[in-house]
Structure formats: C-alpha cells, structure tokens
C-alpha cells in the first residue's frame, strides 16, 4: 500500500497488479521478487465540506502541543486512546516541524506535531475503512470519515484484512534506539538536522508486510543545502530494513 494524498473526495484506490522488476536492492533485500507480488495502491483523499473542529474557527485557546520529545509514538498513542490498542490500521502518518534553522519560516517550533492522521478498519463493518485525523489546536480527533476503496483488476479478490494489522502490533516507541544510534552519522554529514515523520506504511512493492518509517530534514554541512532522507524499519521499532537518509 502506498498512500498518495489527493485534494478531493474521501477515496482509497487499490490496484491489484504485479509489479515490474526492480533494480533496487530494498526491493530485493528479503528474497521477495516484487513481479510476483500483487499490491494495493492507496489514495485516500479527504472529505470536502467538513466544518473545522469546535474551538478553531472561533479562536479559542490551543491544546497543549504534542512534540517529538515526548517519544516518537506521540501520535500512535494518542490513537490508542482515541480508538483502542486492538484497532486494526491500515496507515498511520505523523509529521513534526523540522523548525526554523531547517525550514526556514515555520509556523511550528522544531518537534512539534503537526499532522497525525489514520485508516483504519470500520468495527461495525470490516470490509470497509475510516480516516480520521487529529486537531493540533483542540487536541481531540475529528470524526471519521469513511474511505471509498476503488481496485485495479479484479476487486473480486480483494480482502481488506489482508492491509490492516492490530495497532497493538506496531511498537513506535522503540524508535528511539534507531533514532539515537544514527546520530553520530547524521552529524557527520549534517550540519543540523532534525526527524520529521514517523509513519506506519502498508505492503507495497517492496514489503508484503506493513513497516514503520523514519523522515528526516536537514542541512548538509558543506553547503547548507536542504536535504531529505528516510528509514524503513520493522515493526519491532528496532531494525532498519532499508536506509537513505543519507544522500
């Protein structure tokens, strides 16, 4: 699965196809040829005409800010107690400000959350997803939406169980190791940088199986130049399966 975020209705596509082959060793590193692989693609798009939570067309006070520092599962656990730990999820994205020195003009100080959004399988009806993302400035989630899920090929042979795990099986938390033991390389190459996403990311072309992910911004020390990496890492939270955080 590979989220593709568009602008208009609430719309997850799926296409059941094989994939080419790869050149990438990713792609290879489990022994997994990716042309027998049939993958969803996913595309959920967000519901327009949804009001903004109460509290933040009329200006009222923030919710206290929700930061990286505070472990990089902040956004996991804040689903856990919105939805339960035995949820079924599909996707989970997060992201935090890289801060100023990064980004230059931020709205956001360095490590605060500033998006966390998930699908997830509806308990009332397993063959469908919601989405549902949380409110920054009321530090509440919004109310699901349901997810339109639309498949290439033959939709007959589509499971949604299939690209939902137990949120009880992903442990974010551990991150932290991964994080910390990069640190001396980063710093080699960086001149400052900072973690901008922790993700949960379904099968795709390269995984039959969903992995956590790592997003990092940074400047580059011998030029200053702004550059990009990720990590891909096992749902342990303790592995790194595929590594380009570096350029």
């Known amino acids: 699965m590979r989220l593709i975020p568009l602008a208009a209705a609430a ?65 996991f656990r804040e689903i856990a107690k919105k939805f339960g730990s035995g949820v079924k999820v599909s996707e989970i ?12 003009r931020s709205s956001e100080p360095r490590g605060h959350m500033t998006s966390c959004t998930v699908s997830f399988q509806n308990p009332s009806d397993p063959r469908k997803l919601l989405t549902a993302s949380f409110n920054t400035r009321t530090g509440s989630f919004g109310e699901p939406n349901p997810v339109e899920i639309t498949v290439m090929g033959n939709a007959a ?10 949120l009880s099986r992903v442990n974010a938390a ?12 980063l710093k080699s190459v960086y001149g400052d940088y900072a973690w901008s996403g922790v993700r949960l990311s379904g099968p795709d072309a390269f995984s039959r199986t969903h992995t956590l992910r790592l997003d990092l911004d940074g400047r580059l020390a ?3 130049i702004r550059e990009s990496g990720y990590a891909s890492v096992s749902l342990d939270g303790n592995r790194i399966t595929a590594n380009h955080l570096m350029p």
Do not use: K, W
Request: with cysteine.
């Open 174 to 185: 551990a991150l932290t190791g991964v994080m910390n033991a990069q640190a001396a390389r």
């Open 11 to 75: 719309t997850l596509s799926l296409a059941l196809a094989g994939c080419g082959n790869s050149s990438s060793t990713d792609a290879n590193s489990g022994g997994i040829d990716p042309a027998s692989v049939e993958v969803p693609e996913f595309a959920p798009r967000e519901e327009p005409g949804i009001a903004p939570p109460d509290g933040l067309e009329s200006g009222g006070p923030s919710a206290p800010a929700l930061t990286l520092a505070s472990g990089p599962d902040v956004c």
């Open 157 to 166: 042979n589509f499971r949604l169980e299939d690209h939902v795990i137990p």
């Open 222 to 224: 011998a030029n200053d």
């Open 93 to 104: 994205t997060s992201f935090f400000s890289p801060g100023e020195a990064i980004a230059g």
